[in-house]
């Protein structure tokens, strides 16, 4: 349920084009009551939507329906359904889709800091000297 309402939080971030929800504040959350409001004729707190965006707080079923609603599902068990991902398994036959990822082993890193700290001092020195 967790991941459901997560992912109701950012289909309704993407709807909006606002900022980052962890900047909304209280009137940001009555702009979206009334956004919600107008599409879905249905009425949503402010303050409970800001709960339920700081810590997934869920009011009511009511709640998670009216949103789903203005995401343009039906309901919260359509949005449930339609979103639902399952489990994903790798098998000896699926392909990464990445290249895998060359590290240069640490010996070489330290290796290549004191080449270049003696490399400094010579020039340093031959700076001197020539000076």
């Known amino acids: ?48 939507l800001q709960a339920f965006w700081v810590s997934s707080v869920i009011p009511s079923q009511s709640f998670l329906d009216t949103l789903a609603r203005y995401a343009d599902y039906s309901d919260w068990n359509e949005f449930c359904t339609r979103n639902f991902y399952g489990e994903v398994g790798l098998d000896d036959e699926s392909v990464t889709l990445h290249a895998p990822m060359w590290e240069i082993p640490i010996k070489w890193v330290i290796l290549l800091c004191w080449l270049s700290l003696v490399a400094s001092v010579l020039v340093a020195i031959l700076l001197i000297w020539k000076h």
């Open 1 to 48: 349920m967790f991941s459901h309402t997560t992912d109701l939080k950012q289909q309704i971030e993407r709807i909006l084009h606002w900022e980052q929800s962890s900047h909304w504040r209280l009137r940001d959350f009555e702009s979206l009551s009334q956004l919600v409001f107008l599409h879905t004729n249905r009425q949503v707190d402010a303050r409970e």
